[in-house]
């Protein structure tokens, strides 16, 4: 003979079990950290003299750039910009890797790097 009372009350007790349990995982699921996607197509778009232009594709969303390089072992200050180029001037005869990313927001997470390597050749024929 089963008491009606214990199955009801297990039978409740197994639900709040499964609201608690699938609580904590759409919980989780929501406030995951989705991050942008990294630019694409980033190149050195144009040179004139010892001023190097890059660009890259529009990462939908995103708000802020981040772009800097290291050469010789020396990494520059990070740069910021709404827009998809930037133009630094370099020296001669050095070899740099550029990196850019979208910066963080409150939505979505900092995207991976993508990076393109350029030497600056002598300006002396």
């Not at 890259?56 to 827009?83: C, F, G, H, M, R």
């Amino acid at each position: 003979y089963r008491d009606p009372e214990m199955i009801k009350g297990g039978i409740i007790l197994a639900v709040l079990i499964v609201a608690c349990v699938g609580w904590v995982a759409v919980s989780k699921y929501l406030s995951r950290k989705v991050y942008y996607e990294a630019p694409s197509s980033f190149i050195v778009s144009n040179v004139e003299g010892n001023k190097v232009t890059l660009t890259w594709q529009n990462v939908p969303l995103a708000q802020k750039y981040s772009i800097y390089y290291e050469t010789d072992k020396e990494t520059s200050s990070t740069y910021y910009t709404e827009k998809c180029e930037y133009t630094f001037t370099l020296n001669y005869g050095k070899t740099y890797t550029f990196y850019v990313y979208v910066e963080a927001d409150d939505v979505f997470g900092k995207s991976e790097e993508s990076s393109v390597t350029y030497t600056l050749n002598s300006d002396k024929g």
